[in-house]
């Protein structure tokens, strides 16, 4: 009995040591460029939250305001420091991290501060509204200039260095004029972690010490392939007949999907048509968790265009690669779904892993929707709407979407503000400041970009009219949510007019979570 106490005790220290594991820029930069992280309910768990600068007029749906545009220099309060006029953009009590800040602007000089923990001198100044001149030198994985970029003028870029803090955190910005002339935009995403998750609050000694760690995630983040480079791999090579289906059976027992490559053999497999008529399904335990055309799921939209991303790479004419962590406890199966009028032939490559099922793990999930002639209005008084990306029931994680738009105006359909839904509140926990924002850009840009977690996979015209591809996955940004999940965008542009949104989202689920909206046939 005392033998049997004491394995007791020592199990339940061991728990206790694993609760109370601290979170540090260490193991935030660990789980940054670990795919399996998502994959689970988040341990130590926490909510995700953004500040930005959205219009202050937006106070509650369907109430005047809600489509408000003035989407800049809007701050929670103004303060004084140290005989400073400081404008806050973010103060939260509590622990926590910042994970992803993106910011744009016209004009730079100025200073903003980021305070942890109640001090009085902020640890980090910058000295501009510009996160390039960040003083701790950082690669482009982690701080990335915006395609519309200008060192001393217009532009922003977004910055991903995580920033734990253990009891508070403060963003300010100082600015050169007494009322400010030039527009401020930003964008702030934290996590807010459970009331007593210990965390070990950013300092420039801790970032010191993980210079070796920073330039290896950096280098995985510019390169991912090299992540799965000595990843066992298992090819297939498949002839789907028309209005058929084929596919792999994989390993029984608990395993991961971790690798998947398509190849498409033949002249005119790689058209727009071709492969939004080629769907890619899985099925894990009995329940198909993934179905949407190949083109959207890798990342490209319509059509065959490069993705160079953390998740997915796309080398136009040659391979669809997918870096998705996709966990089952018994049995999955990976198909390919041919809706065109001929027979395609198909490489399919595969890397499994043993991966032990816990009472945290999710299912991975793709929806896709496509719905044409969504109205664009121009103003409040034209009315707009909320086009739904997806409404999730259930419990899980979201971790990112690719929205293929094919634009019927010449002038920008992308002025309307993302909202995130979670759990039925009452207000978004995110309130964007425009679509292009929201995919770490700024100032309507139509031209093709990549970074690790945001890209333009396509834009067919300056003008944005035809074929434009945005696409964004989350890490540390994640959105964990219990019950409930809605992410929409307001259908604001430049002009009246109308165009086609197609989006594929990416998330997480536990058993029996799933999407309420149909998917209509194509």
């Known amino acids: 009995m005392r033998k049997l106490n004491l394995v007791c005790c020592l199990l339940l220290a061991a728990c206790v040591c694993k609760a109370q594991s601290k979170v540090s ?37 369907r109430q005047p305001g809600w489509f408000a545009n003035e989407d800049h220099t809007n701050f929670l309060r103004t303060e004084v420091n140290n005989g400073r006029t400081e ?5 939260e009590a509590g622990s926590g991290a910042i994970v992803r800040f993106w910011e744009t602007t016209f004009k730079r000089p100025g200073t903003l501060r980021i305070y942890f923990d109640n001090e009085r001198t902020a640890q980090i100044v910058i000295p501009g509204y510009d996160l390039m001149k960040f003083p701790l030198a950082l690669g482009r994985g982690l701080l990335a200039p915006h395609s519309s970029y200008e060192a001393e003028a217009k532009g922003g870029s977004t910055l991903y260095l995580p920033l734990p803090y253990k009891k508070h955190c403060k963003v300010t910005w100082e600015d050169p004029e007494k009322n400010i002339v030039e527009k401020r935009y930003y964008q702030i995403n934290f996590r807010k972690y459970a009331a007593g998750t210990p965390v070990e609050t950013f300092t420039t000694a801790a970032f010191e010490a993980n210079k070796n760690l920073l330039a290896k995630i950096d280098a995985y ?20 007949a028309p209005n058929s289906e084929a596919g792999l059976t994989l390993p029984l027992g608990s395993h991961a999907v971790t690798y998947l490559e398509l190849k498409l053999n033949g002249a005119g497999s790689f058209s727009d048509e071709v492969l939004r008529g080629l769907f890619l399904a899985a099925d894990f335990d009995g329940e198909r968790t993934v179905y949407c055309p190949v083109s959207d799921f890798f990342g490209s939209g319509a059509g065959n265009n490069a993705v160079n991303s953390w998740y997915r790479i796309v080398i136009p004419q040659d391979k669809m690669i997918a870096r998705w962590f996709m966990p089952y406890q018994r049995k999955g199966k990976i198909s390919l779904v041919n809706k065109n009028a001929t027979a395609l032939d198909i490489t399919l490559t595969l890397s499994t892993k043993p991966c032990a099922w816990t009472a945290r793990s999710l299912y991975f999930h793709a929806d896709w929707r496509l719905e044409k002639n969504v109205a664009i209005k121009r103003t409040e008084q034209d009315k707009p709407t909320e086009w739904d990306l997806n409404n999730i029931q259930g419990q899980g994680v979201f971790v990112g979407e690719t929205l293929a738009v094919n634009n019927h105006m010449h002038k920008w359909y992308g002025e309307g503000d993302q909202k995130l839904w979670v759990d039925g509140e009452d207000f978004p926990s995110e309130f964007g400041t425009g679509l292009e924002d929201y995919y770490n850009t700024s100032w309507a840009p139509v031209v093709l970009y990549q970074t690790p977690f945001a890209n333009a996979t396509r834009a067919d015209n300056e003008d944005s009219f035809g074929e434009n591809t945005f696409t964004r996955t989350r890490n540390l940004d994640a959105v964990p949510f219990t019950k409930h999940f809605r992410y929409n965008v307001e259908t604001l542009g430049w002009e009246n007019g109308s165009a086609d949104f197609a989006a594929t989202t990416y998330w997480y689920g536990k058993k029996g979570s799933k999407t309420l909206i149909e998917q209509k046939p194509l």
Do not use: F, G, I, W
């Not at 404008?87 to 103060?91: H, L, N, Q, S, T």
């Open 221 to 240: 983040l510019l390169n991912p392939l090299k992540h799965n480079a000595a990843a066992k791999k298992n090819t297939t090579k498949l002839t789907v």
């Open 25 to 61: 820029l260490t193991t935030l930069l660990t789980e940054l460029t670990n795919p399996a992280s998502v994959a689970s309910l988040p341990n130590p768990s926490y909510v995700l939250k953004q500040v930005s600068s959205y219009d202050r007029h937006s106070v509650a749906p």
């Open 87 to 91: 404008y806050v953009m973010m103060d």
